[in-house]
Structure formats: structure tokens, C-alpha cells
């Protein structure tokens, strides 16, 4: 009961604006002030969702091995050259405008080359969802070990820490929230590529199901595939800010 109560007391400003927002659309749609084929009504919407909801399970498992597997390589890859790049000053400054030229080229301009060097439509994908997922992940890493206090570093050498648990033991550590908000942006964008991505060969995905319906015009399908994607990205993110909640429990709130 307090549980439900801490909710309420948190989020009700979020369910009013949310409510405002549905009974704005509601009555712009019922009322066809927009194109009531791109903006259809909302009976039209969630009879789509039911129509559908037996296939959205698929769509995300097919979603989910394409998005996960990409999300940790990519974040492995941006841990261990940030950590590299953080810790070492002239590489970093040798390094670092290289990056940054390339971090700025868009993953979408990219799939042409993707296509023509991968081995399958799969593994193109997986490779536009890992560059995209990098660079956040990577500027993130680099700027929390830049700005970690002196006072924690004297500290290790105090205490004789060296190596791989002066690391993890305290730059991972103090480093950790600069990290873990840059995953944030990561794990947003990438469900942007995600949906451009499952555009190659996909039978199956959110992306695909959102943009297959859009091609066709059937707007309603198209909306209720919005409508599920936002669903997962909302219950993802709020797993997620429980896991970072965890690990960042020794910080201010």
C-alpha cells in the first residue's frame, strides 16, 4: 500500500499530462481536425492493438535478438576504449578528434556500406545498431574518468590500489554515473535504428511491423505499433532505473 501511494505521489503529475495529451488527441481526431487517414481515431487505434496483440510477442522477440546482443558489444567496445582513452592523456589528445569526426557520420548513412560488406542482412544490422550505440556510452566514459575527484585517486594510492582494482574498485565506481547516463542515450537511440535497421529482411520486429504498415498506409496498425514500442521502451527504461538506482545507491538522490 505505501508502494502504491510513493507511485501516486511521484507520478501524478505525469498521469495528468499524459490524460491531457489523449483527450487532446481524442478530440482532434473525433472531431477530424487533422488528415484522419495519417491521424486516425482512437477506437480505430487500440481496435488495431487487438487485432494485432497476438503477434507483438514475436515482434519483440525478434526485436530483442537483433537490439541486445548490438547493445552489449557496443557498450563493451565504448567501456573498453573510454576506460583507455580516459586514463591515458596523450592518447586521448592524439585520439580523441579522430573519434569525434566519426562518431558525428550518422549510422543511416552508413547501411549502404553495411550492406555491401556484410556477410548477411542480419549482421548489417547488428553492426548499424552497435555504431549507433557506441559514441553516447563512449563520450560518457571518457568525461567520468576525466572528472573523477583527485581526493579518490590519492586515496588508492594511499591505500596501495593499483591496476585492475584501482579500476574497479574506484574509477569504474566514481565514474559510474557520467557512464550509466550516457547508456541512457544509448539505449534511447538505439531504438531509432532498431526500427531503420529491421528495414533489410526483416520478417518479424517492432521496426518492421511499424514500417511494413506505414508503407501500405494503414496508418491505424501503424500507430498501435507505435503505441507497443512505446510500452517496451517505458518498461525497459524503468527496469533500467531500478539497476542504475542499485549501483548508484551510495550517491545523493
Request: contains cysteine; aromatic residues 14%; positive net charge.
Amino acid at each position: 500500500m505505501d508502494s502504491v501511494k510513493a507511485f501516486a505521489k511521484k507520478y501524478w503529475g505525469t498521469v495528468v499530462v499524459l490524460l491531457v495529451m489523449f483527450l487532446g488527441y481524442k478530440f482532434v481526431t473525433d472531431n477530424e481536425l487533422v488528415d484522419k487517414v495519417l491521424f486516425p481515431t482512437v477506437d480505430r487505434i487500440w481496435d488495431a492493438f487487438m487485432l494485432h496483440a497476438p503477434e507483438f510477442p514475436m515482434n519483440f522477440i525478434s526485436s530483442m535478438t537483433l537490439l541486445v546482443p548490438s547493445l552489449i558489444i557496443g557498450t563493451a567496445i565504448a567501456l573498453a576504449f573510454g576506460i583507455v582513452l580516459g586514463t591515458h592523456k596523450r592518447l586521448r589528445d592524439t585520439l580523441y578528434p579522430i573519434v569525434y569526426a566519426i562518431s558525428v557520420i550518422p549510422a543511416i548513412l552508413l547501411s549502404p556500406f553495411a550492406l555491401y560488406l556484410a556477410p548477411t542482412f542480419a549482421s548489417a544490422s547488428v553492426f548499424l545498431i552497435v555504431y549507433n550505440t557506441i559514441w553516447a556510452t563512449l563520450f560518457a566514459t571518457i568525461t567520468g574518468i576525466m572528472t573523477i575527484d583527485k581526493r579518490y585517486l590519492d586515496n588508492a594510492d594511499t591505500l596501495c590500489l593499483t591496476g585492475w582494482k584501482r579500476l574497479t574498485k574506484v574509477m569504474l565506481p566514481a565514474a559510474m554515473p557520467s557512464i550509466l547516463s550516457g547508456f541512457v542515450t544509448s539505449l534511447r537511440s538505439s531504438f531509432l535504428v532498431l526500427v531503420f535497421a529491421e528495414m533489410y529482411s526483416a520478417q518479424w520486429g517492432m521496426g518492421f511491423f511499424v514500417k511494413k504498415n506505414s508503407d501500405f498506409g494503414l496508418y491505424d496498425n501503424t500507430w498501435a505499433g507505435f503505441l507497443f514500442m512505446i510500452i517496451v521502451l517505458v518498461i525497459v527504461m524503468q527496469i533500467f532505473e531500478k539497476v542504475k538506482n542499485h549501483l548508484l545507491k551510495w550517491t545523493i538522490d
